[in-house]
Each structure stands twice: as C-alpha cells, then as structure tokens.
C-alpha cells in the first residue's frame, strides 16, 4: 500500500477506485469499453503508462469472468462457433504488429473510427443489416480486418463488437463471446507487459487495488443486464459503440 501511495494521493485513489466502479459497470451491462474508460479517467492524474498498468489486471480478471459467466462449457463452446474469426483475427493480429511503424496512428484510428460512428448511426435510426452467423467468408473478413486493426493500434473492440451486433445474436451469447474474445486478448496483453517493464513491482499496486471496484462495478452492471430485454440491451450497446468511435475519431484529429 506504501508503494501505491507513492504514486498517488489518498483523494486519487478514490477518484480512481470510482473510475473502476463505472469502467466496471459498463462492462457488465455491455461487454465492452472497460479500457476506455479507464485509460479516458485514469490518465487525468495519471502519466499514461501508469493508467495503463492500472487497468490490464482488472480487464483479465473481468473478461476472465465474463467468459465464464454461462460455465466453461458454454465458453467452449463460443470458442468453437467463432473459431475461425478467431484464429483469422490471431494470425492478421501478429501481421499487424509488424506495421505499426509505417502507418501513422491518427490514419489507423481513423480506418477504425469512421465504420465504427457509421455503423452505430446507421443502426440508431433503424438501419439493421444482419450477417449470416454460419459464412465463413463473412467470418474471415471482419476477423481478418479487426485482427489487423487490433495488431497496429490495439483496439480492437468496436469493430469486434459491429461485428456481433449485425449477427444479432442474443445478449447472453454476445456478453460470454466478448468475454472469450477480449479475454484472450487481455492474457496476451498482460504477459506482453510484464515483459514490457509496464507491470513491475511499482505498478503491480495499482492493478491489484482497482480490482475490487471492477468487480463490483461489473456485478451490478451485470444485475442491471438481467433486467432489461433483448432492444433495449442493443440500443445500450449501438450508444456505447457510438460513443467509443466518437473518442476514437477525436483522437485521430486532435492527437
């Protein structure tokens, strides 16, 4: 606890222990955006790489049971149906590493963002395309285009999460599909970053303490979920999406 304290006051802890609750909540009514609001709240008092330590323990921990919410063989059994936009999005993932030195970052944010705000727009004022959930083709593409797109900026949720939108599939699949998709994410995210220097013996702390507050944040996120029906999650989801492709194109314009 000294450790932690070195790095922030007392009032930030509980300024950054509330931003947990809320990046926890979102999570358990959406599946998704955990990050952004943590890194959006955190990085106000916090030098970005302190933010980001702060939330790769809490985003395992929370995507870890997500997945698990229905079982293990109920998230098995979302690892089997979504098999090839996963293993398409691993291999394009690691090619896309290899380019984040040619493009500029604002050009990448950029590629995400626009598809991103109009697909959410489009489906706001009733626009509702569906995919097919058995094409394979369809499943390539997307997993190929987030895959790529997650290996040069690390984002990866919006277009994952357009992606499940337009197969409409029902809220309990989409939230357990996410919680396997970003959870896999999250443990290469986390080993990456021990090897990073980003967790260490300094920044451990931090992690550690924002856990219980995720957690929590989640639970009643999750409770909200069980009491709201199959539109009014989707609306909930196509606002946060929009929201997150807003932050994404502000980033790309204003850096």
Not at 36 to 51: C, H, K, N, Q
Not at 113 to 139: E, I
């Amino acid at each position: 606890m000294d450790i932690l304290f070195e790095i922030m006051t007392l009032p930030q802890f509980i300024f950054a222990c509330c931003i947990a609750l809320l990046a926890g909540f979102v999570k358990g009514v959406v599946g998704f955006a955990m990050p952004m609001v943590f890194i959006s709240g955190l990085s106000t008092f916090l030098a970005p790489e302190l933010a980001l330590a702060g939330l790769i323990l809490p985003t395992l921990v929370t995507n870890v049971m997500q997945s698990m919410r229905q079982g293990p063989r109920a998230a098995w059994e979302s690892v089997k149906r979504f098999r090839v936009f996963l293993g398409v999005g691993l291999v394009t993932l690691v090619l896309g590493a290899q380019m984040v030195r040619v493009l500029e970052p604002a050009t990448m944010l950029l590629v995400i963002g626009v598809p991103v705000v109009a697909f959410a727009c489009m489906q706001l004022v009733g626009w509702a395309p569906t995919l097919p959930s058995a094409s394979n083709k369809v499943a390539v593409g997307v997993g190929a285009f987030t895959g790529f797109m997650g290996g040069l900026s690390g984002i990866w949720g919006p277009p994952t999460v357009a992606y499940l939108t337009a197969l409409n599939i029902g809220k309990n699949d989409f939230m357990r599909v996410q919680g396997v998709i970003y959870g896999l994410g999250a443990v290469a995210l986390t080993l990456a970053h021990m090897g990073s220097g980003v967790l260490r013996a300094q920044t451990w702390p931090l992690g550690i303490a924002m856990v219980p507050t995720a957690v929590l944040g989640m639970w009643i996120g999750g409770q909200v979920l069980d009491r709201i029906d199959q539109a009014m999650f989707k609306r909930a989801i196509l606002v946060v999406l929009l929201v997150a492709g807003l932050n994404l194109l502000r980033r790309a314009v204003m850096g």
